[in-house]
């Protein structure tokens, strides 16, 4: 079994070939995987949550190294879908996995192997070719033993299934532990090439999305236990405000958060709008912070019955 921990020094070399290549991350919902896809690339490109299913669509993050360029993927976690918007999510993943150099499956370290993480990594036993990474994160929440265990069980996994990890990486993205030596483990494993994007863009991902998902990671914050799944916000209009001076502009953006039912509007806007206020204020300087520019946020709630289950909704909201 080959673990990696940060006193491994790579052998000095020759100066390589530049690469450059994909990585996706996998795992069961709330693995870690957007936290660690912000850590990698040094700034939030891919919405997190304390809840399952946050992702909802493929967040290229872009790590700029003078040796390559790793493109990370973000997906959606694989689970057993019970709406149409799920068996969608889970065949963005498959997707995904046929088109990616390297399989990054994040396991936590402070989870028992369940039966979610048996099953992606069968999945992941069919697909032969493309080299798999296993990223134990969470690290920072359990003691060296547990860790131990943790390592030995994934190694185990894999045996069991009939395939070998390339590595198996413990990281923990919240304390910044080991994720420049992911990093180094995974380019090795890339192709040789030039860079497939231009130096200082961190994501391809068009900005109506990312504004989007800051919106609705901050709608999520305190209802998620009863509106886990049932926000989509869609930016109708974003546009700068006229006879504004150069040097003071000011860029209104207009977003609707859908909801499946009247009875969930209440929870959103909250006791005389208090809660959407919130919502607006913090999503305001996240999205402030990400554009470089001053903001006037328009926050509306609308209901789309039933809208993860009706095909035709699915597709005005972007999915």
């Not at 920072?140 to 894999?158: F, M, P, R």
């Not at 999520?220 to 006879?243: C, F, K, Q, T, Y």
């Not at 207009?254 to 806007?269: W, Y």
Request: some cysteine; glycine content about 8%; charged content about 30%.
């Amino acid at each position: 079994m080959s673990v990696r921990s940060q006193s491994t020094e790579p052998s000095e070399s020759p100066k390589a070939a530049h690469r450059a290549g994909f990585a996706c991350f996998v795992g069961r919902p709330n693995a870690g995987k957007s936290t660690l896809t912000n850590a990698l690339v040094g700034q939030k490109v891919a919405i997190t949550a304390n809840q399952p299913q946050t992702t909802r669509h493929t967040v290229r993050g872009i790590v700029h190294r003078e040796d390559a360029q790793l493109i990370l993927v973000d997906t959606p976690g694989l689970h057993k879908p019970r709406t149409l918007l799920g068996e969608r999510l889970n065949d963005v993943v498959r997707t995904t996995w046929a088109e990616v150099d390297v399989i990054g499956f994040c396991l936590p370290a402070n989870e028992k192997i369940g039966p979610g993480d048996r099953f992606i990594a069968k999945e992941l036993a069919g697909i032969r070719k493309t080299p798999k990474v296993a990223v134990v994160t969470k690290t920072d929440l359990v003691d060296s033993k547990a860790l131990a265990e943790q390592l030995i069980a994934i190694d185990q996994l894999g045996k069991e299934l009939g395939f070998e990890w390339a590595e198996i990486v413990p990281v923990s993205a919240v304390g910044d532990k080991q994720v420049k030596l992911l990093a180094d483990l995974l380019v090795p494993l890339l192709p040789e090439g030039p860079a497939l994007y231009p130096e200082g863009d961190l994501t391809d991902e068009p900005e109506q999305v990312m504004i989007a998902e800051l919106i609705r990671e901050a709608a999520l914050e305190g209802v998620r236990d009863e509106l886990p799944h049932s926000i989509a916000v869609v930016v109708e209009e974003m546009l700068p405000r006229e006879d504004r001076p150069a040097d003071k502009p000011l860029l209104d953006i207009h977003a609707n958060l859908f909801i499946e039912r009247p009875s969930q509007k209440g929870i959103i806007i909250g006791p005389k709008g208090k809660r959407l206020k919130e919502v607006g204020i913090k999503s305001r300087k996240q999205i402030e912070a990400l554009l470089g520019t001053p903001v006037f946020l328009d926050l509306h709630v609308k209901v789309a019955k039933d809208w993860q289950r009706d095909p035709k909704q699915l597709r005005r909201l972007g999915f």
